[in-house]
DNA sequence: GTCTATATCAGGATAGAC
DNA sequence: GTCTATCCTGATATAGAC
């Protein structure tokens, strides 16, 4: 494999940055000492800092995506691969790089920066919904449930657990979120007796 | 009631600054210019733009804790106490004044900053955590439900549902994800048929 | 307390040589 | 494609008069 280029570092370094400070805050020259490429050479490849930031926020989109789209429609029950997405093992203290970009005053503000944002979440909706459907469907949920709702929810739990984690500087209240919805899901099971066992708090990254 | 002297127009115009923008994309140039205060007079009360900012963060701290401690704390039946927790009206594609601040860099890496956010955090989730422990000792709840997970989780519903909701420019996953968290709280409820109804969704602020 | 003027530095980009 | 030099503006203050 031929050495990283330019351009490669360049989209690798921004996607760092927005991840660690998000758009707005983060600065070309910081892209330039971070990655180490001069001026002339950043701007020969994006002509401005947007530029850049867009293929860096792609690249971040498709960092994440597969592993949850994979994830979602695997085979398997449904019940599980919920319960799979909601432990995969995360940094609850570095946040989302995707979610966090709709905090970002310049990011929300423009369409072309959001549309990848918007994209990846509403694939990781679609997916989950369908799990969800599923598991009504086969009456491992019960009858009567929204899939639409609860898709939500569960990518609303994780998102908001990553404001808790930061906030309390403590990745507990994220876990103990995950922890929560699965709980709930157990409950709203078919058939699930009053004193249906909760499951143990998800562990470190 | 005296005309709102240079101080207070300075807080509550730099609250309502970093509701829209954040602390670091927030300049003490918008500042004076929609508040009107002059930059001498300005440096005058607050002799730096953290000075400032920490005082309009505790002030947007103040305006969104009473309502939802009251609200908790206040007589009723502790689920219809968490409906209305999940029902209260809300800008979903402004976001939340507190919560916004945990993905502001300046404000992530700064103690004091953040403080005030942590706070408020804390309240409202021992409240909720109180609220929703009651409901499980009255028989309201399943027992063997962990209140700290479904504390942790409610919040996380509402702050994940701002992410939702400014990702896809519209304010229905925000309510789609708390009618879902309400859909099973009540498929969680003691002696809950498979049937239960679910609720209607939220509608405008 | 408030005003106007000034200072410093970083952000974001351009120019033109190699 | 990459480098160095340069440019303009805005962010964040400070100074000192009124």
Redesign the interface.
């Known amino acids: 494999m031929a050495v990283m280029d330019s351009r490669e570092r360049l989209i690798e370094t921004m996607s760092e940055l927005m991840w660690?400070?998000?758009y707005?805050?983060t600065s070309p020259r910081e892209v330039r000492e971070r990655s180490g490429i001069g001026q002339g050479s950043m701007y020969h490849h994006f002509p401005s800092k947007r530029d850049l930031a867009l293929a860096a926020l792609q690249r971040n989109c498709d960092d994440l995506l597969p592993a949850s789209e994979e994830l979602l429609t695997a085979d398997g029950e449904p019940l599980d691969k919920l319960t799979r997405y909601l432990s995969q093992p995360k940094d609850a203290l570095k946040?989302c790089k995707v979610?966090?970009m709709?905090?970002?005053?310049?990011v929300?503000a423009d369409p072309v920066l959001?549309a990848p944002?918007?994209n990846a979440?509403?694939r990781v909706?679609q997916a989950l919904a369908r799990v969800v459907r599923e598991a009504i469907d086969t009456g491992a949920l019960?009858?009567?449930?929204?899939p639409?709702?609860?898709?939500?929810?569960l990518?609303?739990?994780?998102?908001?657990?990553?404001?808790?984690a930061?906030?309390?500087?403590d990745r507990r209240?994220?876990d103990?979120?995950r922890?929560?919805?699965l709980?709930?899901?157990r409950?709203?099971t078919?058939?699930s007796g009053?004193?249906?066992?909760?499951v143990p708090a998800n562990k470190e990254e």
Chains 1, 2 share one sequence.
């Open positions: 660690e400070r998000g707005a805050a946040g979610g966090r709709t905090q970002d005053p310049l929300a959001l944002v918007a979440f509403e909706h019960n009858a009567g449930l929204d639409e709702r609860l898709a939500y929810l990518t609303a739990t994780i998102q908001g657990g990553y404001v808790l930061i906030a309390h500087q209240p994220f103990q979120a922890a929560g919805a709980d709930l899901l409950a709203a078919t058939g009053a004193a249906e066992q909760s």
